[in-house]
């Protein structure tokens, strides 16, 4: 079999099985403004939503049109809707990016949270924040409710943020497109006070303000990696599951969903996670449609938010010892914690 898999490799190198991948999709993998609508329709999302996307755009194969028709297509399905996206200035810590001594602009600074934020962004009617390390953009009804003043936000996720906004609406909804990819989990970890979670020092990061001129931002910046892991019990008294945030929150989409689980050892721990998620389904907080090869979901926010903050806040109580920094630490040295 391995003798194949070479042969293949030889035969059809990276780039060319890319092209030849983008060919078949243009062929048999297309995805029109309308048909995606239609798909988007069957979630049942109600009018007026305020809807936060996140999107690995590849699931959904030849976009004809360009990634514009996703953000179309979400305005055809749910009238009146707000789009909401993150549009943050770098693609790896936060930390890394304040070590540049940036200087942001809201107005000229591309979108690093991946094309769809960017063709959000470059969207007329489209308001982004003057927040200097994690602006997002909105567009629609409420676009000024979510992104007016969230500059002044100290920590990335606070109340006052884009996403602490977003996330004590009552009719906010996470729209998730073949990914659970997504910076909710953020807001997450602060309204727990994720321990590990903010670098001891404060952070001073430039860019424009609303007149124009340079402003100075005292912000606090988390840490990276290592408060993005959830502990959970194992099969015995002393063993432990350490689990990538965004998996734990959400086993979507269904090759995650395996893949998750089959990472781990521990028959509680899948069993916890396992029971969640149904009761997700059952209650209607999940919805999902398929469209064509990828799958979508809806995650009405606020329950999903309220039972993920209660199950980490008890995570937090049972495993106080397993979440200090230099236990964590030594789990990820040992490789306990990967995604």
Same mark, same amino acid.
């Given at each position: 079999?391995? !003798? ?38 069957? %979630? ?9 996307? !996140? ?23 749910? $009238? ?8 943050? $200035? ?19 600074? $591309?979108?690093?949270?991946?094309? %769809?934020?960017?063709? %959000? ?32 936000? /100290? ?20 729209? %998730? ?8 989990? !953020? ?58 945030? $965004? ?52 995650? /009405? ?27 964590? /630490? ?10």
């Amino acid at each position: 079999m391995s !003798h194949i898999v070479e042969l293949k490799r030889k035969l059809f190198p990276k780039g060319v099985r890319s092209v030849l991948q983008r060919q078949r999709n243009k062929i048999f993998h297309r995805t029109t403004e309308r048909g995606l609508a239609q798909s988007l329709e069957k %979630l049942g999302i109600k009018e007026r939503s305020v809807i936060c996307i !996140h999107a690995m755009l590849s699931g959904l194969g030849h976009i004809v049109g360009g990634p514009s028709i996703v953000i179309r297509a979400v305005q055809r399905a749910v $009238p009146d809707a707000t789009i909401m996206m993150p549009s943050f $200035p770098f693609d790896g810590s936060a930390l890394d990016y304040i070590k540049t001594d940036p200087v942001y602009d809201r107005h000229a600074t $591309p979108s690093r949270s991946g094309l %769809l934020s960017e063709t %959000l962004r470059l969207t007329p009617g489209t308001i982004r924040s003057f927040h200097p390390t994690h602006p997002c953009v909105a567009l629609g009804p409420e676009a000024q409710h979510l992104i007016a003043g969230s500059e002044k936000s /100290q920590t990335p996720f606070s109340t006052e943020s884009t996403y602490g906004r977003f996330s004590s609406l009552e009719n906010s909804i996470l729209l %998730l497109i073949h990914t659970n990819n997504t910076s909710l989990v !953020h807001r997450v970890q602060e309204c727990v006070a994720m321990p590990n979670l903010f670098l001891p020092e404060p952070h001073a990061v430039r860019g424009y303000a609303e007149d124009g001129r340079i402003a100075e931002y005292v912000l606090r910046t988390h840490v990276p990696v290592i408060p993005l892991y959830v502990v959970m019990p194992g099969d015995s008294p002393t063993e432990r599951e350490y689990v990538w945030f $965004p998996d734990y929150a959400l086993l979507f989409p269904d090759y995650n969903r395996s893949r998750t689980l089959g990472k781990l050892r521990s028959a509680r721990a899948k069993k916890m996670l396992l029971e969640r998620h149904d009761s997700f389904v059952k209650s209607g907080v999940y919805r999902f449609a398929e469209h064509r090869q990828s799958l979508i979901a809806s995650v /009405q926010v606020k329950p999903w938010m309220e039972r993920i903050c209660a199950d980490v806040r008890q995570s937090i109580e049972m495993f106080p010892a397993d979440y200090k920094y230099e236990n964590m /630490q030594r789990a990820f040295q040992q490789g306990l914690l990967s995604k």
